[in-house]
T-cell receptor, first 115, second 111 residues
Framework: DADVTQTPRNRITKTGKRIMLECSQT?????MYWYRQDPGLGLRLIYY???????NKGEISDGYSVSRQAQAKFSLSLESAIPNQTALYFC??????????????FGPGTRLTVL | QKEVEQDPGPLSVPEGAIVSLNCTYS??????FMWYRQYSRKGPELLMY??SSGNKEDGRFTAQVDKSSKYISLFIRDSQPSDSATYLC???????????WGAGTKLIIKP
């Protein structure tokens, strides 16, 4: 089984709808992240969480919210979806480990289309 | 100006060629430098990691950091069609700071 899973894998929705993307991990990592990826822009950080009680805004948090339900679960919500939120969304986890490596492990992504 | 600049490509080379992928950055305080590889319809995965300056080699891959020029490189020797992917550079100030990502370079290795 995959260490980082995301549901759904694909979603088409309409402007104004509320959408939740879910992420689960079995790696036992405390740190979790939500990114979006757009062509030519690379990965941009939306929110991150260093532990269950810690939530932080990233570079592009406007229009998004998150919930860290447990160490293993981190959900991303779009309260009122708009077309420019059409993108590929990735969840990632990390563990600081030794020497500050903090390698990030990514899920398979959710392709979201807002019409 | 973006903090990390990376040519999006695509870069197309014949099988067996040496590939050079590069990123430039503007902030001299970056200390940790990574290369992630992303196959189509997959999430990125860490390929190489370097702390501060110097070179690091792993099989056919060599990562190089030149802090004086604010320039990092990834070299792939004896390139294979299976190396076809998007390569993203990323860097950070320290372990509790966020990664700053390049846009990624799409690499195509032609058989």
């Amino acid at each position: 089984d995959a260490d980082v899973t995301q549901t759904p894998r694909n979603r088409i929705t309409k402007t104004g709808k509320r959408i939740m993307l879910e992420c689960s991990q079995t790696k036992g990592h405390d740190r979790m992240y939500w990114y979006r990826q757009d062509p030519g822009l690379g990965l941009r950080l939306i929110y991150y969480s260093f532990d269950v009680k810690d939530i932080n805004k990233g570079e592009i948090s406007d229009g998004y919210s998150v919930s860290r339900q447990a160490q293993a679960k981190f959900s991303l919500s779009l309260e009122s979806a708009i077309p420019n939120q059409t993108a590929l969304y990735f969840c990632a986890t990390s563990d600081p480990g030794q020497r500050g490596t903090d390698t990030q492990y990514f899920g398979p992504g959710t392709r979201l289309t807002v019409l | 100006q973006k903090e990390v600049e990376q040519d999006p490509g695509p870069l197309s080379v014949p099988e067996g060629a040496i590939v050079s992928l590069n990123c430039t950055y503007s902030n001299s305080a970056f200390q940790y430098f990574m290369w992630y590889r992303q196959y189509s319809r997959k999430g990125p995965e860490l390929l190489m990691y370097t702390y501060s300056s110097g070179n690091k080699e792993d099989g056919r891959f060599t990562a190089q950091v030149d802090k004086s020029s604010k320039y990092i490189s990834l070299f792939i020797r004896d390139s294979q069609p299976s190396d076809s992917a998007t390569y993203l550079c990323a860097m950070r100030f320290g372990s509790n700071y966020q990664l700053i990502w390049g846009a990624g370079t799409k690499l195509i290795i032609k058989p």
